[in-house]
């Protein structure tokens, strides 16, 4: 089991920044992918953010070159900087891992329980 925790979401105006940070956590497992969705109530989760283990990237078309994803290996850790916010950006932040864990075979994927961003306008 692994477990997903993100933090940094809250309430900022339109234009304004804000970082979000997920950290995994649990016994003997190995990262792959790691990535940023987001929920708007009543609607299905939308990819923001993919950070491959090959080190590329990829973003939902509606935040490219608004948003950073980036990852410390070491600490298990995604973080996506999130620059000129609009209001269409609020929703429920949630990360995403694909992992390997030691003494079982294929990929299992986890989500956190989610951060909420809130942009005014």
């Known amino acids: 089991q692994v477990q997903l925790v993100e933090s940094g979401g809250g309430m900022v105006q339109a234009g304004g920044s804000l970082r979000l940070s997920c950290a995994a956590s649990?016994?003997?497992?190995?990262?792959?992918?790691m990535g940023w969705y987001r929920q708007v109530l009543g609607n299905q989760r939308e990819l923001v953010a993919l950070?491959?283990?090959?080190?590329?990237?990829h973003y939902g078309g509606a935040v490219k070159e608004r948003f950073t994803i980036s990852r410390d290996n070491a600490k298990n850790t995604v973080f996506l900087q999130m620059n000129s916010l609009k209001p269409e950006d609020t929703g429920v932040y949630l990360c995403?891992?694909?992992?390997?864990?030691?003494?079982?075979?294929?990929?299992?994927?986890?989500w956190g329980k989610g951060t909420p961003v809130t942009v005014s306008s």
């Open positions: 950070s491959r283990s090959d080190s590329s990237t």
């Open positions: 995403n891992a694909v992992v390997t864990e030691a003494g079982f075979s294929g990929l299992f994927t986890y």
């Open positions: 649990g016994k003997e497992f190995s990262i792959n992918d």
